[in-house]
């Protein structure tokens, strides 16, 4: 029995899904680029946190807007979101693009933020370590990527995707692409990093196979208040393969700071 | 209304390596070292004679298209062999059909349709296809924003054609602060032009508001009948009414004394076609945001004969190809413009690998013993 509770409304004219539970100081999950995982490991934090959980436009069961048309709508659209699930301060989980956008409504609006937590977030390119450029690996080969043991994703997926399946994989992908496909990342987004100053921990999976583990220092150097973990064994999604990474999370969250 | 001839090419690169099947695309990724540019000059020596006999043997047009990466096409920009073509051609019409105009800035390519306008006396037709998927993957260009991109471009063109310089254009992919180029087309307002693509409702959409032409090409035949009585309907929406020289017929021929000869010399060509030259991926064939996701799952729930996979009777039935005695090609051409509700037959007699005689024993036949026929019985009416 799932402890998070549904919960529709509209924001700023899109409709928005969003799944919350527990009681307390706001703990906001973003999610990355797809949403297969799903993110009923959040629930441990549950018992600290009001864990809210809403799916992206454009992704999941929240409705689109084809007028996104890079991340920055997206930190414009959750200043929003935040009024309207009277959300003041905060603190930010974001995995991969999750971690793109928490770092963005970090760099402008940090005074809201507690703390963040950037689980393999994705935005830097570094030419030595590049990012695999999702959007032109055929989707049948990038999920096995997400993990470094795949049984730990495959038994959650459909054994032969219907077309319901294809198309919303589809359409999270032409999110992605609106995104990205001219401009996989911003060459200005490293200048900023510096506004970041809230504690920050930066987890990272050892054997991440989308965004090479070698990111994380670079991430630390560029964001002053910030440690890393880096997970033994873990992959892209590093909580699939290593879900003690969660303890490890909530224990950074929770503590004295 | 008088029946039209065009002969299609698309000018393929035929020196596949032997290992090629263990690629399972020969677009996009298909390595280019295989290409072999000395190979490439006899090709296109060849190329240019098959077309210039179609024009010298009184074909109507010669159409040449645009495709990037791959065997299939050795037309990566069309205007430069359209240039070369016209000084070696008399009197047939050179339709580039066509750029696809998200690849190029918009006032460049109105310019250059109206250099090889002016240089041909007014011969060119030109078609604005959005691009297969295939292009978008190897272009720099969204495919997500293709659609609108894609009408922009469309409109800047048309303005630069049709309205007198310097204006200007605020748009959202596009500023001009003066818009004059020069030359202006030899047709006025503008040389002919059409749609083409595989039958996207939006891309319809487009064609009956402007009120050009269509060409649905590689979707089966019942599909581009209901797509021809769509556009009327929807140009009729937009107060346009459609000829039938509108609609042209994209089809395969291969003429040859008996029906057996036809066959035994035709087919290995066409599966090739098929089975090498068009064989794609469903990620190339759709990248993110190409379709609406209604569009996706309806094309991947259906089988796509056009890319891989051949069996002749079955792709005959679904495609518009003729094969056989020049009376057989006439009846079956004669018996689709009826159906179609057109005039306007383009048509492709040369496929893959086939050898330069049998290209120009196709041509000739078709000329000499197809055309005729088709023109003494005055085809559909």
């Known amino acids: 029995m799932s402890k998070f509770t549904r919960e529709e409304l509209t924001v700023d004219g899109i409709k928005t899904v969003v799944h919350t539970a527990g009681k307390g100081e706001p703990l906001v999950l973003f999610h990355g680029g797809g949403t297969v995982d799903g993110f009923e490991f959040a629930e441990p934090w549950a018992d600290k946190f009001r864990v809210i959980v809403p799916y992206h436009p454009g992704f999941g069961e929240s409705g689109d807007d084809p007028t996104f048309t890079d991340i920055h709508d997206y930190v414009m659209y959750y200043l929003e979101f935040f009024d309207a699930m009277k959300i003041d301060a905060m603190s930010v989980v974001g995995m991969s693009m999750g971690g793109y956008l928490a770092t963005k409504l970090a760099v402008e609006h940090g005074n809201r933020i507690n703390k963040l937590v950037l689980i393999a977030p994705y935005g830097l390119d570094i030419p030595e370590h590049r990012t695999a450029d999702i959007i032109a690996i055929p989707g049948e080969q990038v999920v096995p990527m997400l993990v470094s043991n795949f049984d730990t994703l495959k038994k959650d997926l459909p054994e032969r995707p219907d077309a319901d399946f294809i198309g919303a994989r589809y359409r999270e992908a032409t999110t992605f692409a609106r995104l990205f496909w001219e401009h996989p990342t911003d060459s200005k987004f490293p200048r900023y990093l510096h506004r970041v100053k809230m504690p920050t921990l930066i987890v990272w999976g050892e054997d991440d196979k989308l965004i090479p583990v070698q990111h994380a220092q670079t991430w630390r150097k560029l964001i002053p208040n910030s440690e890393v973990v880096v997970i033994k064994g873990g992959g892209h999604i590093v909580q699939r393969d290593k879900p003690e990474v969660i303890e490890v999370i909530g224990r950074f969250l929770s503590g004295s700071r | ?381």
């Open chain 2, 1 to 381: 209304m008088p029946l039209r001839f065009n002969m299609m090419h698309f000018m393929p690169y035929v020196h596949l390596p032997e290992n090629h099947k263990d690629f399972k695309t020969t677009w996009v990724t298909f390595p280019n070292k295989f290409y072999d540019p000395e190979k490439g000059y006899e090709l296109y020596q060849r190329y240019f004679e098959q077309l210039v006999l179609a024009d010298r043997l009184g074909f109507d047009a010669i159409v040449l298209n645009e495709h990037h990466n791959t065997v299939y096409s050795m037309m990566a920009t069309p205007n430069v062999v359209a240039a070369a073509l016209i000084p070696q051609t008399r009197t047939a019409r050179i339709c580039v059909w066509g750029v696809p105009p998200n690849f190029m800035l918009p006032n460049r390519l109105a310019e250059e349709y109206a250099i090889l306008d002016v240089m041909s006396k007014g011969r060119l037709e030109i078609a604005f296809p959005l691009g297969t998927g295939m292009e978008y993957w190897s272009n720099p260009v969204s495919p997500v924003t293709a659609r609108e991109r894609f009408r922009e471009s469309l409109k800047i063109m048309l303005q630069a054609w049709t309205a007198d310089g310097p204006t200007t254009h605020y748009g959202k992919f596009y500023t001009y602060r003066f818009l004059n180029p020069w030359p202006r087309p030899y047709q006025k307002p503008h040389p002919p032009c059409y749609i083409v693509g595989s039958g996207s409702p939006e891309t319809i959409d487009i064609a009956a508001e402007l009120g050009f032409g269509y060409s649905c090409v590689f979707v089966p035949q019942k599909i581009a009948q209901e797509l021809n009585q769509k556009l009327r309907d929807r140009a009729a929406h937009y107060g346009h009414t459609i000829r039938p020289d509108q609609l042209p017929l994209l089809n395969f021929v291969y003429v040859a004394e008996t029906q057996e000869q036809a066959e035994h010399e035709f087919i290995d060509h066409l599966q090739r076609f098929f089975e090498d030259y068009a064989r794609s991926t469903p990620q190339w064939l759709a990248p993110p945001g190409y379709l609406s996701v209604e569009q996706l799952k309806i094309r991947s729930a259906g089988a796509d004969k056009m890319h891989g996979g051949f069996d002749f009777k079955a792709i005959s039935e679904s495609f518009f190809i003729a094969v056989g005695t020049p009376e057989k090609v006439a009846n079956q051409i004669g018996e689709w413009t009826a159906r179609m509700g057109t005039n306007h037959i383009n048509s492709v007699l040369h496929v893959a690998d086939m050898p330069h005689w049998k290209a120009v024993k196709n041509i000739s036949l078709f000329a000499e013993e197809v055309i005729p026929r088709l023109r003494r019985s005055g085809g559909a009416q």
